[in-house]
């Protein structure tokens, strides 16, 4: 079954009559055959697909840079959908003429997906330092240039612009005038405010939210059905009365972008960085996290140890419940057909300590060994709230009760660091598997439970010995 998806895609608006969950990427190289946006691995994993994808919110459009090969074209109902050739000024620009001089790249295969991560960087950036824009090319791969000159043509490009555009000024504009961004983009964004977004919602099974997880776990259900979309846009994060509300299709960098968390907890907007790459990050929802049930789910970590609340929505009308109670085996829910997870809920506690730790093998890009939260709060010296989850080393994400308790009225020193580590290690039960021993993971864990106290309350020298 079919559907007609209309979007504009570089300098004009496309109707397409295809299945609704076929993905952006098939869609760009085949029914629209533009061939410049790459495909290779299907999974997210290496960038060479990024395409920007603008969404018209409050008459203005907001640029992500996303992996096309794990998005529905449903998704881009309504939007502006910038490819490698909607870049392409007719001849060689000031975006790509530091990758030709620089020698930024060999085969080639990689490059437009380095330039349209970048381009969405140029747009969405907040400094012209050098390091956020190398963060923002981690879900990017290069088989054989390698990344050093791919890193000093980022480095030239920021350069320039440091001198020429305002951090302040609209940025979409700005980059027009320097030549950054072709004329054309500039009518094409506005025929994407006059596109209305199409609202069909049925479907295979299960609803796609960001597809992150879905797209990568069983991609031919979905890439040849009508899909049903998790309602994206809305939402956000607030602050409402003594709690923080997430929308459960608030994204990952939705999290990391958020003023209002950065004011409340700012420390969990800065471990964002540690999940996923930037498109991946710009899809993978909250409530995709918690529902695809991973035990090693990042965010599911963060929000257990932060004891939030859900607020499902269904047939049966709405329903509040604890994060904690909502797994009740390996990949088994106590999610209701046709449930959906409408929002997120944690109370606001001032002075809440919160530090997220993660171990894989690699920094970016991958998911965690083990992974652990805490959220702890202090009063005249001694800890009065725990909160304490680990992931990776049970069936199901956990909360470590038993440390938790353990923790109540001690000091945040040495021996109770220790004992914590040791706590949290006998309640876990890992497996052996892919990502490790179980003998391995119960040992990372005790060495991210003492992390949390080197981060959270500075203590280090004091850690090194282990006590008899
Ligand atoms: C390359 C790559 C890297 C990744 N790295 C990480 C990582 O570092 N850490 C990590 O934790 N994860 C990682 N992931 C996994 C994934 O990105 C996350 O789990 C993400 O949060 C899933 O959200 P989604 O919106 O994409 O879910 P989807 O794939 O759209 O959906 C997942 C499940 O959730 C259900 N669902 C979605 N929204 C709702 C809702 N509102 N109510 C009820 N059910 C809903 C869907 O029906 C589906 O069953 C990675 C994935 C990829 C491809
Ligand atoms: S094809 Fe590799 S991320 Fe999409
Ligand atoms: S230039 Fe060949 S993969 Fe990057």
Redesign the pocket.
């Known amino acids: 079954m079919s559907r007609l998806i209309s979007f504009v895609l570089n300098a004009s608006t496309v109707t397409f009559d295809v299945p609704a969950g076929r993905p952006l990427l098939d869609v760009i190289r085949g029914d629209a055959d533009l061939k410049g946006t790459k495909h290779a691995c299907r999974e997210g994993d290496c960038g060479s697909c990024v395409v920007l994808v603008g969404e018209p919110t409050g008459g203005a459009v907001r640029y992500r840079a996303v992996t096309s090969c794990l998005m529905p074209v449903a998704a881009a109902s309504g939007c502006h959908i910038i490819t490698i050739e909607g870049l392409d000024p007719g001849r060689i620009g000031p975006l790509q003429r530091p990758f030709v001089d620089e020698g930024a790249?060999?085969?080639?295969?990689?490059?437009p997906g380095f330039l349209v991560s970048l381009a969405g960087h140029l747009l969405n950036c907040t400094t012209w330092d050098v390091g956020p824009a190398f963060n923002s090319l981690a879900g990017n791969i290069?088989?054989?240039?390698g990344y050093a000159s791919i890193q000093r043509a980022t480095a030239r490009i920021l350069g320039t612009l440091r001198h020429r555009v305002d951090l302040d000024e609209p940025r979409f504009a700005a980059l027009v005038r320097e030549g950054f961004l072709p004329s054309v983009l500039r009518g094409a964004r506005a025929l994407a405010l006059g596109l209305e977004p199409s609202t069909d919602t049925h479907g295979v099974d299960r609803p796609v939210a960001g597809g992150t997880d879905l797209y990568v776990q069983r991609p031919d259900d979905f890439s040849f059905a009508d899909v049903a979309l998790v309602p994206t846009r809305r939402g956000g994060i607030r602050i409402e009365g003594g709690e923080i509300v997430f929308a459960g299709s608030a994204t990952a960098e939705d999290m990391k972008r958020s003023r209002e968390l950065a004011a409340e907890l700012g420390d969990m907007t800065g471990a964002m960085d540690l999940m996923g790459s930037l498109p991946i990050r710009e899809r993978a929802t909250i409530a995709g996290n918690f529902v695809n049930a991973s035990p090693i789910g990042d965010m599911t970590a963060m929000f257990m140890a932060l004891d939030a609340e859900l607020e499902l929505v269904g047939d049966g009308g709405r329903r509040a419940l604890p994060l904690r109670s909502f797994y009740l085996g390996y990949k088994n829910l106590d999610l209701r057909p046709g449930e959906l997870i409408d929002s997120i809920r944690i109370k606001r506690r001032p002075g809440l300590l919160f530090n997220f730790e993660k171990v894989s093998k690699r920094t970016h890009l991958d998911i965690a060994s083990v992974n652990t939260a805490a959220a702890l709060r202090l009063e005249n010296g001694v800890i009065v709230e725990a909160g304490l989850s680990a992931g990776g080393v049970a069936p199901v994400p956990l909360a470590l009760v038993g440390t938790e308790a353990l923790l109540i009225g001690r000091s945040p020193d040495a021996e109770t660091a220790w004992a914590a580590a040791h706590s949290a290690a006998a309640e876990a039960k890992p497996i052996d598997d892919v990502r490790g021993s179980a003998v391995y993971k119960r040992l990372l864990l005790r060495q991210l439970v003492l992390a949390h106290f080197q981060v959270i309350f500075g203590l280090a020298d004091e850690l090194v010995e282990v006590p008899a």
């Open positions: 790249s060999q085969c080639g295969f990689c490059t290069c088989r054989c240039t």
